[in-house]
């Protein structure tokens, strides 16, 4: 087992062993010198890393010789699998990364001529050297505490659809203890059970206002009736106060928001009797009045103007009937062909890519003795692509060479050549293109399509009398009627056969693993080529720029070629994009 199970946890730890100098620093180091991985990430598997082996790092540290036995141990750590899981490639850009950041400023850093003579002869270095590394971790890691472990853990949580999110619980296990942070996780996993997708939002603002109050709360409070019903009405107050003045949102949402939260503290908590009961009887619960569609999803916009956000285009709330057809007909169209332009043409190069892959492998073989028969069956880069092109048509994966042939090609690029879906963006632009034709299509419908059923026979796309059908289900109808059927028309019925078909490999592999997620329709590889995972809807919020600005980027850079927005108008339009505003957008023109 790895210290570090989730990597998308990492963004609720806050920096304890390294100093904040000594962070932006590293940060620095590392984003200056590499194009491979996230600088905060790696940093943050660092202060881990400090962490477990109960160590400080200050800025004036770096330089030191003792700082370069920790990065030894830290590389090791790495490259023994045990720190945290990736694929041998990600694991080698993380190594290599940090290695080069701080080896340019700690002299005392272990290294020979390669150093400086590119990434593929310092890897070369690393390699060589991993038992060396892995031994330094070893002898780092025997005072290792195993509640520093637990800490790592990630509090993930899980809904009955398989959706994870994270429980911001690190505050709660460091100010208040290890036992009563694992006591709420555990309740809010089994709780949650019951519900298709997890909540956890509210809680991770709970947390936040118990660890600022700890020295008026503690672990006591919840088993005195009087000091819980004190804690939840004060709670309350600063919740209203927080959302309603300082963040100015609407307040039928808030309302409708702290109401979920106060139902499922009460389920999970008091109901069960690990917390009491407040003296009054019942924690603070509004009368939502007057709630309905209309008033719903309601924000100011810049200007202080009262606007609808639920479309890709945001809508005043008081606008004439020409203003309002020229919304409809004008911007809001406007802004979906925005997107489904977009969209077109990158299912298009993708499947164009795929089809390629299909060529090439007939070129190649597929073989599987890769120390007998690598070196010489492909000896130039243009029939090494072929062989992996055959290999990923009868399998599905490079199983046991990625080292072998990342040395001469890019295990990205070579996913990228072949068509093959590197990532859930990668097949967000079909999503995109069904739920804009199809709107009943909901985006927790199309995540949970399944594609064949438990005896493999193919139930969720099937024909019938020359119309293709689509079969899922929806998680807001009552059980009785959850099933869905869409008729498909002949465009959005060859999507879904160019989904199939791109996602085979993806399929195949699972398969070969007995992984029941060979049974849905959009999956695809992640982090490389080891993972395969159920493909997850994508959001190109602000919050999602600020985790992957590369991608981000990338994606504002693509949209650009199809509309005429710029600058701050560019970004407002993108962080409106998902598939819940796509959907809305294409009822309201139907």
């Not at 720190?83 to 490639?89: L, S, V």
């Not at 594609?451 to 293709?468: A, R, S």
């Amino acid at each position: 087992m790895t210290i570090i199970k989730y990597s998308k946890s990492l963004k609720y730890y806050p920096f304890k062993a390294i100093q904040t100098a000594a962070v932006n620093c590293l940060l620095n180091a590392v984003n200056v010198k590499n194009r491979y991985v996230q600088p905060i990430i790696l940093i943050k598997i660092f202060e881990a890393f400090c962490d477990v082996t109960d160590n400080k790092v200050s800025y004036l540290s770096l330089q030191q010789p003792d700082f370069a036995k920790l990065t030894h141990g830290f590389i090791g750590s790495l490259l023994s699998g045990e720190m945290i899981e990736f694929n041998a490639d990600t694991i080698l850009n993380f190594v290599d990364a940090f290695y080069l950041g701080v080896g340019t400023m700690n002299p005392y850093i272990e290294r020979d001529e390669r150093f400086a003579l590119g990434g593929k002869k310092r890897r070369g270095f690393l390699r060589e050297n991993k038992d060396k590394f892995i031994v330094k971790w070893v002898a780092m890691k025997s005072p290792t505490n195993l509640k520093r472990e637990n800490y790592w853990s990630g509090f993930p949580v899980i809904g009955r659809k398989g959706t994870v999110t994270y429980l911001e619980a690190q505050g709660i296990y460091r100010e208040f203890s290890s036992e009563f942070a694992n006591t709420i996780h555990k309740r809010i996993v089994e709780n949650t059970l019951k519900h298709a997708l997890p909540r956890v939002t509210e809680f991770n603002k709970f947390f936040k206002f118990l660890v600022n109050n700890k020295s008026i709360y503690s672990e006591s409070t919840f088993q005195d009736p009087r000091q819980i019903d004190d804690l939840f009405k004060q709670y309350c107050k600063y919740y209203f106060l927080k959302e309603l003045i300082e963040k100015k949102r609407n307040k039928i949402n808030v309302i409708s928001e702290w109401n979920l939260f106060s139902n499922f503290v009460t389920e999970t908590f008091i109901a069960s009797g690990v917390w009491k009961n407040p003296i009054s009887g019942k924690l603070p619960h509004i009368i939502n009045e007057g709630i309905n569609a209309r008033e719903t999803n309601i924000k100011k916009d810049k200007n202080g103007i009262e606007i609808k956000r639920k479309l890709l285009t945001d809508v005043p709330m008081q606008v004439t009937d020409e203003e309002a057809l020229e919304l409809l007909f004008g911007n809001i169209s406007t802004d979906l062909n925005s997107i489904k332009s977009w969209a077109i043409s990158q299912a298009n190069d993708l499947y164009k890519r795929h089809l390629r892959c299909k060529k090439l492998a007939q070129k190649g073989r597929a073989f599987t003795s890769i120390n007998k028969e690598f070196g010489h069956v492909a000896p130039i880069d243009d029939e090494l692509i072929c062989y992996l092109a055959a290999i990923f048509e009868e399998r599905g994966d490079t199983k046991g060479f990625n080292f072998k042939f990342q040395q001469r090609i890019n295990s990205t690029d070579v996913m990228y050549q072949l068509g093959l879906p590197r990532n859930s963006y990668d097949l967000d632009p079909y999503k995109v293109l069904l739920t804009s034709e199809h709107p009943e299509i909901t985006p927790q419908y199309l995540r949970d399509l399944e594609l064949y059923d438990k005896k493999n026979d193919l139930v969720g796309f099937v024909e019938i009398d020359g119309v293709y059908w689509l079969t899922g289900y929806k998680d807001r109808k009552t059980p009785k009627h959850s099933e869905q059927q869409i008729q498909l028309t002949e465009q959005t019925a060859q999507l879904v056969k160019e989904v199939i078909a791109i996602t085979e490999p993806v399929r195949q592999s699972l398969k070969s693993d007995n992984n029941d997620l060979c049974r849905y329709l959009f999956v695809n590889y992640s982090g490389g080529m080891k993972n395969k995972i159920k493909a997850v809807n994508i959001t190109y919020n602000k919050s999602q720029r600020d985790r992957n600005v590369a991608a981000y980027n990338r994606f504002r850079d693509e949209i650009k070629k199809f509309t005429n927005k710029r600058e701050e108008d560019l970004d407002h339009f993108i962080w409106r994009i998902s598939l819940t505003s796509i959907r809305a957008s294409a009822a309201v023109l139907v």
